[in-house]
């Protein structure tokens, strides 16, 4: 049977949706059912967006994968639920209510037992979702009209070794680009993003880093920053002059202090 079953009532019209992620979803996602390679992937894409397209659902599939992490004795089931832990963070947050019972579940795994159990690297995992918990939590959902995409998803699934420019420290960012530019003394997406935005018109165009870009162009810009992509294709200032406002916005530890 499906582990999950929601109404939802919208309001003002009073139409009850039913939405449903059966059991076995999760199940072919983690390897515990046979599924092909492909398939497994759409099904990561299915969970997640249905989790950001419908806040109620969220809580419901964090619920869910702790139940399939717990005491789980197969290391590929076990990695994949963990992968999903840190896809799904790094779209949508649990609700506020729900939000210090997850972090209390992911907290027990930081503990260094836990580096390497069964082979699967789980308190890297853990030390991932808990910073992105604490970040999520603060920011809210991805933000966009646009469903997540298949690339988003992958780049969220690979972050706990492949981690990010964004929601990191300077020194995190400064170690990521050190194999790409390893003489840059400054954060080369600082660089970038600084010479996109003038190579775009900055300087004749009204409201720059006042009028926001269209957020559906500043995530996609976003994803190819995060693998050192170069975009060729953009022409409005807008877009980098946002997304360079949205890395200083969610460093982890901001530039002018919260006690200020």
């Given at each position: ?87 799904c ?26 580096a ?31 469903k ?22 300077l ?28 190579q ?18 500043v ?11 170069e ?13 360079l ?12 202090p919260?006690?200020?």
């Amino acid at each position: 049977k499906p582990l999950i079953y929601l109404n939802v009532i919208w309001g003002g019209g009073g139409v009850v949706e039913h939405l449903c992620i059966p059991f076995l979803v999760l199940q072919m996602y983690m390897g515990d059912k046979r599924a092909k390679k492909d398939v497994v992937k759409k099904l990561g894409l299915e969970i997640v967006t249905r989790g950001w397209v419908n806040p109620p659902l969220r809580d419901e599939i964090f619920i869910q994968l702790a139940r399939q992490t717990t005491g789980n004795t197969h290391p590929q089931s076990l990695l994949h639920g963990w992968e999903l832990f840190s896809t799904c963070l790094g779209f949508f947050p649990p609700s506020p209510k729900f939000a210090m019972y997850l972090e209390g579940y992911i907290y027990r795994h930081l503990e260094p037992d836990r580096a390497n159990y069964k082979g699967v690297p789980v308190s890297v995992h853990a030390n991932h979702c808990y910073k992105r918990l604490e970040r999520m939590t603060q920011t809210g959902a991805k933000k966009g009209l646009k469903k997540p995409t298949a690339d988003e998803v992958e780049r969220a699934r690979r972050a706990p070794f492949n981690p990010s420019m964004f929601g990191n420290t300077l020194d995190d960012v400064m170690d990521i680009q050190q194999k790409r530019h390893p003489g840059l003394e400054i954060p080369w997406i600082v660089t970038f993003l600084t010479k996109f935005v003038l190579q775009c018109g900055a300087q004749k165009t009204e409201g720059i880093f006042r009028v926001p870009g269209d957020i559906d162009e500043v995530n996609s810009l976003k994803t190819k920053v995060d693998s050192f992509e170069e975009s060729k294709n953009l022409r409005d200032p807008h877009v980098p002059a946002s997304l360079l406002k949205l890395w200083f916005r969610e460093l982890y530890f901001p530039l002018v202090p919260d006690n200020y």
